[in-house]
């Protein structure tokens, strides 16, 4: 689940050294469990001082995903239990379907979830692939759905 403290209490549980989530914020146990943007700016550089020019290129130019942001209003009295059952049945070929908030579908290379907002009337999709044609297709398959 997104929110700063259910990313804490998962990489606590998992034992992980880094953690954040699409915000930017970085979450760094070694200096401390919250998030903070300065700590990624950190481990940025620190990566720029380690890697020669060649390997940051490759880093920075061939290792590019996208990621794309769709809300939509989530009419009076949608059943969103529904929605997500219908986006799991659209997702059949996913490798992992994780339904702790919303419904997220991972393949290998991509993943696509829809949310309700815990503050606003609407659904959150979010979708990242290797290619922004491949990302916009998840997005239609989830927004097929709502429409």
């Not at 469990?33 to 990624?40: E, H, K, P, T």
């Not at 997500?84 to 979830?113: F, K, L």
């Not at 659904?123 to 044609?133: F, K, L, S, W």
């Amino acid at each position: 689940p997104v929110g700063e403290i259910n990313v804490v209490r998962a990489m606590q549980e998992a034992g992980a050294i880094i953690g954040g989530e699409g915000s930017g914020g970085v979450i760094l146990p070694h200096c401390h469990y919250g998030r903070d943007s300065l700590v990624g700016v950190a481990l940025v550089i620190w990566l720029m001082a380690h890697t020669t020019p060649e390997q940051w290129n490759d880093l920075t130019l061939h290792s590019l995903y996208t990621i794309l942001k769709h809300k939509q209003p989530l009419a009076e009295g949608t059943d969103l239990k529904t929605i997500i059952e219908r986006v799991a049945t659209t997702c059949y070929d996913a490798n992992v379907i994780d339904t702790r908030d919303g419904i997220r579908c991972d393949w290998s290379d991509a993943w696509v979830q829809l949310r309700g907002s815990n503050t606003e009337p609407i659904v959150r999709i979010i979708a990242e692939a290797p290619t922004e044609q491949q990302a916009q297709a998840l997005l239609k398959r989830v927004k097929e759905v709502l429409n």
